[in-house]
């Protein structure tokens, strides 16, 4: 069993585990990457003021996230595809993130279905919906995950047409793989991954296979992706969507003040400041660098959580003392899952609440929640000194 220290390390196994078609779908931004790599790098920016003799005794990371107890301000974003990084990946992580005390939300573009997460599971999860055209699905989706019981619906808005992502084409990504002699010569590097993804019946969209019209087999999948995603989408719609649920609904997607501004009147409990891990609009700012602005314009008003480029700790801690209630962590998820199921994930939120833990104290708090910017040294024009 190699020293795990750091997500660094789980990536590094991930990359010798996993398929290069599965790995370059996870660690891709859109055209040139500009937006992906900023995400975090950004994060490099902010710095942290170092507070002596303050009694460090009885910390504490534990916050809620609309409403739901968590054991620190981190929850799974919704990825899709997880079950091929790891056979069961979606299952796996979700046992991982609910002994955890964090929750795991569940894509619609996932391997394991909804029913199958909730059979696996104990704890409810959240449901990720995209925003698709066809009204009889969207009801049915979120039927399933109401009868599945999860306790929070994530409508992700900034998915109405994809960013191209130039590996994704070049490496021809399908689920599961096409054998072509380019994929049969990397699998056949990636054995131990091959054996357990023969053992599980589950190789397919569970979501969406068998459930949307016209998709029976997987080969009409892609298909069908580009055309139900819904490119009319606007407010009204993302209203009646809203409606569609009960519990809490948090919409996730949003980089821009007057978004923030218009999500906040339509009935949600809280925003994702994201630009979906710089896999959309490449050359938009990154997460961390909108959040101030954002939090100022609507924190009174609506819980704003933050995602796109966390890798450590000490990032989350950054968040939250920006003014993030909660953040969510996509790849760092992924590297723990692809490089040893789900201990990886499990080991992956170890590192981060470690990491999250210690440095509260090294900044002198003894709370999650008297983070603030106080904690934080800000360069000047961090957060843009635009051209209006
Ligand atoms: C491989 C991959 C697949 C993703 N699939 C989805 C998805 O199905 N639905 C969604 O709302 N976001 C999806 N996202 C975006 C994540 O939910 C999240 O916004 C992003 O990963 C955060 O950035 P990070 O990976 O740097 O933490 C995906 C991200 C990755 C890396």
Redesign the pocket.
């Known amino acids: 069993m190699p020293v795990i220290t750091e997500i660094e390390d789980l990536k590094r196994i991930y990359k010798r585990r996993v398929p290069k078609m599965f790995y370059d779908?996870?660690?891709?931004g859109s055209w040139t990457e500009q937006t992906?790599r900023e995400?975090?790098s950004d994060f490099d920016k902010l710095r942290l003021r170092q507070r002596i003799a303050v009694d460090m005794t009885g910390r504490n990371t534990a916050t809620k996230m609309v409403g739901q107890d968590v054991s620190m301000p981190v929850a799974l974003?919704?990825?899709?595809?997880?079950g091929m990084?790891h056979a069961d990946g979606e299952i796996l992580a979700a046992k991982a993130a609910e002994k955890f005390g964090v929750p795991f939300?569940l894509?619609?573009?996932?391997i394991c279905s909804i029913e199958d997460v909730a059979e696996n599971t104990e704890k409810p999860f959240w449901f990720?919906v995209?925003t698709l055209k066809d009204d009889d699905f969207m009801r049915r989706l979120v039927d399933r995950a109401k009868a599945a019981n999860c306790s929070a619906l994530?409508i992700?808005v900034?998915?109405q047409i994809m960013g191209q992502r130039h590996k994704d084409l070049k490496n021809g990504l399908s689920a599961p793989p096409k054998l072509t002699l380019r994929s049969m010569a990397n699998l056949a590097t990636k054995v131990p991954w091959g054996l357990e993804m023969l053992q599980t019946k589950r190789r397919f969209f569970g979501n969406i296979v068998g459930h949307a019209k016209g998709v029976s087999d997987p080969a009409s999948l892609s298909s069908w992706t580009a055309e139900a995603f819904d490119h009319s989408l606007d407010w009204e719609r993302i209203k009646f969507l809203r409606s569609l649920w009960d519990g809490p609904v948090i919409l996730?997607?949003i980089l821009d003040v007057e978004d923030a501004k218009m999500a906040a009147n339509v009935g949600a409990d809280a925003i994702?400041v994201?630009?979906?891990?710089?896999?959309q609009l490449d050359g938009a700012l990154s997460?961390i660098r909108m959040l101030s602005s954002i939090v100022e314009a609507v924190g009174d008003k609506i819980e704003v959580h933050l995602?796109?480029?966390?890798?450590s700790g000490q990032d989350v801690l950054k968040a939250i003392a920006m003014g993030a209630k909660g953040t969510?962590?996509?790849?760092?998820f992924?590297y723990g899952l692809g490089a040893m199921g789900e201990k990886g994930v499990t080991k992956a939120l170890e590192t981060i609440h470690k990491e999250l833990d210690t440095t509260m104290a090294l900044c002198g708090r003894r709370d999650v929640h008297d983070l603030d910017r106080s904690n934080l040294l800000i360069p000047k024009g961090f957060e843009g000194d635009w051209v209006e």
């Open positions: 779908y996870a660690e891709t992906f995400n975090s974003a919704p990825v899709g595809l997880t990084q939300t894509s619609t573009m996932s990720q995209y994530v992700t900034d998915l996730k997607g994702v994201s630009n979906h891990g710089g896999r997460s995602d796109s480029g966390i890798r969510y962590i996509g790849r760092a992924v």
